[in-house]
Nanobody, 125 residues
Framework: QVQLVESEGGLVQAGGSLRLSCAASGGTFSSYAMGWFRQAPGKEREVVAT????????FYVDSVKGRFTISRDNAKNTVYLQMNSLNSEDTAVYYCAADALPYRFIATLTAFGSWGQGTQVTVSS
């Protein structure tokens, strides 16, 4: 099973930017789609963005389109989430995850089997 470790999040002012990274180990990173998810207090965990194993396909939830960018570096076994124009609604614990199966691209939470520990992102207004 893949082990995932997210970078530290942080406190950002509204309108600011933050980049999260997630380092993978223990599996064949380049064979698996990866995703970023988030969970705000009192809300269910939701998908933010996903990227196919090759990096050629991406998916974004409507609320982050045009502001967030997911990318991956298969040589470094790392996936990134660049977050721009942050607002208070982006405040949440962010998780990276790896698809449970290789060579597929399904942008749903239940498709992902390995999860990082989560990192807090707080946007102040």
């Amino acid at each position: 099973q893949v082990q995932l470790v997210e970078s530290e999040g942080g406190l950002v002012q509204a309108g600011g930017s933050l980049r999260l990274s997630c380092a993978a180990s223990g599996g064949t990173f380049s064979s698996y789609a990866m995703g970023w998810f988030r969970q705000a207090p009192g809300k269910e965990r939701e998908v933010v963005a996903t990227i196919s194993w090759s990096g050629k396909s991406t998916f974004y939830v409507d609320s982050v389109k045009g502001r967030f960018t997911i990318s991956r570096d298969n040589a470094k076994n790392t996936v990134y989430l660049q977050m721009n124009s942050l607002n208070s609604e982006d405040t949440a614990v962010y998780y990276c995850a790896a698809d449970a199966l290789p060579y597929r691209f399904i942008a749903t939470l239940t498709a992902f089997g390995s999860w990082g520990q989560g990192t807090q992102v707080t946007v102040s207004s």
